[in-house]
């Protein structure tokens, strides 16, 4: 039994010095928008952007604001309204009469085999001019100059496609807790760095902000190919990468910001269609995801405190490099570093809601997104 306990301590540790490491190195290598000089007009392509909304009229205006507000030069915005049932497309044309950029589509009915959000987005695709296209959604801000910055930065690197990691609005204890934990298990599980490299499958695709060339976005098979996929964002990224074009990933921090869900529960309840879908809804990958969540970062605790000699000094050094890496993520997203020390108690929420989002969708028989029922058997056949 205790040469069980070294060899697993002994992993867990190896863990988190091998790929922990390499990733938080990795992390600190990639661009930060506000380091990249804006481009000039000159160096200005056509871009659109485009995005759906659903019942999003409490969200919508202020978003609006920053996006009438963006200093580019070439520029429109296509907004696609998403069968809503609240005052979301009276919004959106009230405020098209006065702003001659945007562009507002009416979706009535979802045809079958679509998703709404991907359908929404291929609507709004197929009524842009835009020589590069920005996905972004309905509830995100930015600031004036994000989009010079950005296509400043896809020249620089010779991208094809640019997703930024944008910062996220946290209010209170648990919310904090729970979304600083989300940066620390979306780096170590996606390594952003890595998906600028080539020869590297890692892909990312991040829904407030995917910037990529029309051209790359069409030979890739456009959202047609993601008509049935809930992570269409990240899947994106995927399809992008396996296309053979060079994606790239920067740090926004405020340049854009978004309040993804308000309140602990509502973040838990937000996530429900999301984290089994991420999985491709095999219970395989959500065992064995919950085992590394907790077996990585919880009981290493446990270790420290009630295990000798090894298993101690293991353990201490995967809480020592976890706790670096969450400070870190910390910083970027301009929280108190102390919040490191609660990572333990996030991965016991993020394997909680990754449990609940795997019971719901099978107890359902599907997920329910935006008023509307899709069955299991299509979500599956439709992962990407």
Same mark, same amino acid.
């Given at each position: ?115 709404? !959000?991907?359908?929404?987005?291929? !609507? ?74 080539? !020869? ?100 290493? =605790? ?14 201490? =050094? ?6 670096? /890496? ?46 509307? /029922? ?11």
């Amino acid at each position: 039994m205790h040469l069980f306990g070294l060899v697993l301590f002994g992993f867990i540790a190896s863990f988190w010095i091998f790929h922990g490491l390499r990733v938080a190195y990795g992390a600190w290598q990639l661009p930060w928008i506000k380091e990249i000089a804006p481009a000039v007009d000159a160096d200005c392509p056509s871009v659109s952007i485009l995005f759906a909304a659903r019942d999003e009229e409490e969200k919508l205006p202020a978003a609006l604001e920053t996006l009438s507000a963006l200093d580019y030069p070439r520029l429109e915005i296509v907004a696609v309204d998403d069968r809503s049932q609240d005052s979301t497309g009276r919004v959106l044309d009230e405020f098209a009469r006065t702003h001659p950029r945007l562009h507002v589509v009416h979706v009535a009915q979802l045809p079958p085999g679509w998703l709404g !959000k991907p359908h929404g987005l291929q !609507k709004a695709y197929e009524a842009s001019t835009g020589e590069w296209l920005l996905f972004t959604d309905a509830d995100v801000r930015f600031s004036r100059d994000v989009l010079r910055r950005a296509i400043a930065l896809a020249k620089q690197r010779n991208l094809d496609h640019l997703t930024l990691l944008c910062d996220v609005e946290m209010v209170g204890f648990w919310e904090t807790v729970l979304l600083t934990f989300f940066g620390l298990a979306f780096y170590i599980a996606n390594d952003p760095y890595r998906a600028t490299n080539p !020869k590297s499958q890692m892909y990312v695709g991040v829904g407030a902000f995917q910037l990529l060339k029309r051209s790359a976005y069409e030979a890739s098979g456009t959202h047609r190919r993601l008509a049935f996929e809930v992570v269409d964002d990240m899947k994106l990224g995927k399809i992008v990468k396996q296309s053979g074009f060079r994606s790239g990933v920067g740090i926004s921090q405020d340049a854009v910001v978004v309040r993804w869900h308000a309140g602990l529960g509502n973040i838990v309840r937000g996530v429900t269609k999301n984290f089994f879908a991420a999985l491709g809804y095999n219970l395989a990958f959500v065992a064995a995801a919950v085992a590394a969540l907790l077996l990585t970062n919880v009981l290493p =605790i446990a270790g420290l405190f009630f295990g000798h000699d090894w298993i101690r000094v293991f353990s201490a =050094i995967a809480i020592l490099i976890a706790v670096g /890496f969450h400070a870190g993520v910390d910083v970027v997203t301009r929280t108190s570093p102390l919040y490191a020390l609660t990572y333990p108690l996030g991965a016991i929420f993020f394997a909680y809601m990754l449990l609940r989002s795997t019971v719901i969708t099978l107890k359902q028989g599907g997920i329910v997104w935006r008023d509307t /029922f899709y069955p299991l058997d299509e979500l599956k056949r439709g992962v990407v």
